[in-house]
């Protein structure tokens, strides 16, 4: 990660056709965050998507202008570790994190996973709702995980 100008956090939030859920899933961290006493980054990367995604992104940063939302855009899906990777070297945080923009993160969840920043070099939630997840979903992870 960057050293210059560094901040306490980096959330990275990757959408690939995510117009309905990239909003929550931004509100989930906004709600979350001004709890917190640290300094932080949202690094949303729209990675080929051809639902509006992007449109409802630039809404977001737009409405609310005080939360540093930096948007990169992909013309052709890269995919998640590309991705990941790439903006990594860009974040400014002393921790980064991955927060998907398909809402899946419970604000619960997040606030449990950030208690524990600085006790391990990695923090690696596992998911519980797979159940919960679409037949099509449950296999794209299956996949990702392999």
């Not at 901040?7 to 709600?31: G, M, Q, T």
């Not at 860009?90 to 923009?101: F, K, Q, S, T, W």
């Not at 996973?113 to 990695?122: C, V, W």
Request: charged share 25%; hydrophobic share 40%; net charge negative.
């Amino acid at each position: 990660m960057n050293s210059s100008n560094s901040i306490d956090l980096s959330f990275f939030v990757p959408c690939y056709n995510e117009a309905d859920n990239i909003a929550d899933s931004l509100d989930v961290i906004r709600s979350v965050m001004k709890d917190q006493k640290m300094t932080y980054e949202i690094l949303v990367v729209d990675d080929g998507s051809t639902d509006g995604t992007i449109e409802i992104i630039n809404a977001y940063r737009d409405t609310h202008r005080d939360l540093a939302i930096v948007i990169h855009r992909n013309t052709t899906n890269l995919g998640l570790g590309r991705n990941y990777l790439r903006w990594a070297k860009e974040a400014r945080g002393v921790y980064y994190m991955l927060i998907n923009g398909d809402n899946s993160i419970l604000a619960s969840d997040l606030k449990a996973i950030l208690a524990e920043r600085g006790k391990a070099d990695m923090i690696i939630p596992y998911v519980v709702n797979q159940n919960d997840r679409s037949l099509h979903r449950n296999l794209l992870s299956r996949l990702f995980v392999a």
